[in-house]
């Protein structure tokens, strides 16, 4: 089962990035080709059904698979970034995280308005920033098809926030 295995592979980082938060460190999955062709799969498998016309992966984790599952399911992969990261004109989006503020980009010509996107990103926290990565879809004119996560912190109830966009939720494993 995928989620053992994710369970098995993911540390805990204790105080980082800073003082009292466990961070779900996901690069260990990343040395075992194996799993990370299974997280890919069973994403896919999940999002079965689902009508995708790009991928949104988030700086710098969402990058990893999101590029990937943009390849397996060929469409395109547009980069969500932190402000400042991107070459050409872009649109921005600021919000609070669990632990500060930030900021997020995309370029002003990522999509094609009525797309539907399926946004990426390594951990579900408190939906912040994934909320950000819808807002920016929304403003170029898009719509969320659906959310996957590989990692989803319960307790934090950050699925709740993103159904404003959709109930299309994916995560792999849960703690």
């Known amino acids: 089962m995928i989620e053992q295995r994710l369970k098995d592979a993911i540390r805990d980082v204790a105080d980082f990035p800073k003082q009292g938060i466990v961070f779900k460190d996901i690069t260990p999955i990343l040395t075992d080709n194996k799993l990370c062709d299974d997280i890919v799969d069973e994403t896919v498998m999940r999002l079965e059904g689902i009508k995708i016309d790009a991928i949104a992966g988030i700086e710098s984790r969402g990058f990893l698979f999101g590029f990937l599952l943009a390849q397996k399911l060929r469409v395109p992969f547009i980069p969500v970034r932190k402000a400042g990261k991107l070459p050409y004109e872009t649109i921005s989006y600021s919000y609070n995280l669990e632990y500060g503020t930030a900021t997020i980009e995309v370029h002003t010509?990522?999509?094609?308005?009525?797309?539907?996107?399926?946004?990426?990103?390594?951990?579900?926290?408190?939906?912040?920033?994934?909320?950000?990565?819808?807002?920016?879809?929304?403003?170029?004119?898009?719509?969320?098809?659906?959310?996957?996560?590989?990692?989803?912190?319960?307790?934090?109830?950050?699925?709740?926030?993103?159904?404003?966009?959709?109930?299309?939720?994916?995560?792999?494993?849960?703690?």
């Open 109 to 175: 010509d990522a999509l094609k308005a009525g797309d539907s996107v399926l946004i990426h990103d390594d951990l579900l926290a408190t939906g912040g920033t994934a909320i950000a990565a819808a807002e920016l879809v929304k403003q170029l004119g898009g719509t969320v098809a659906a959310y996957s996560f590989i990692v989803e912190l319960d307790f934090l109830s950050g699925r709740d926030t993103l159904a404003q966009y959709t109930n299309n939720v994916i995560s792999l494993v849960s703690f």
